[in-house]
């Protein structure tokens, strides 16, 4: 009876172990790990107007998770393949700056993904003191090598902020999926 009792536990333990090992192979499979993708820069001085398809370099970088974005270019390319969302802010400067035209702040800013426009924003203000601002929010699928870029598809005029005070023009994206 003894030597009955003894299998017996042998037995389940085995089936235990390899059941054990079925659910952590299933675990694995259908959790795999992700990594994070996300990343945030501005411009780190307020700038003058930019000339028509001159991209926006967004200089200063505060977050590079999956190190999409280069700040030399101002390109952000999609390291995976999945759904991003992109958020970008431009701030029209109602007052004259050094380097910049006789106009108060007029510029739009598109987001392309691969060169074709996805999104837009037009900031315009009309007189002195009369600063404006404009943000742009869209959701993309992408697929790993993809490119994003924010453009400024007219001639603009005036200056633009980028401060502390102010509000940064800024660029950011993440994976959601």
Known sequence: MKSIIIFAVFVLLFQSIDSYKTFECVQKDEAPSVIPVAFYAYISRTFKALSVYKPFIFDA??????????????????????????????????????????????????????????????????????????????????????????????????AFYSTKINGRTSFSGYRIA
């Open 61 to 158: 970088v505060e977050t590079n998770l999956g190190n999409g974005y280069d700040r030399r270019t101002g390109i952000f390319t999609a390291p995976s393949s999945g759904v991003f969302a992109f958020s970008w802010t431009i701030h029209a400067a109602g007052t004259h700056h050094a380097g910049s035209s006789g106009q108060y702040g007029e510029m739009g800013a598109v987001l392309t993904q691969n060169g074709v426009a996805k999104g837009s924003v037009y900031a315009d203000t009309e007189k002195q003191y009369d600063d404006a601002s404009a943000t742009g929010f869209v959701i993309l699928a992408a697929s790993k090598g993809d490119k994003f870029q924010i453009i400024c598809p007219m001639a603009g005029q005036g």
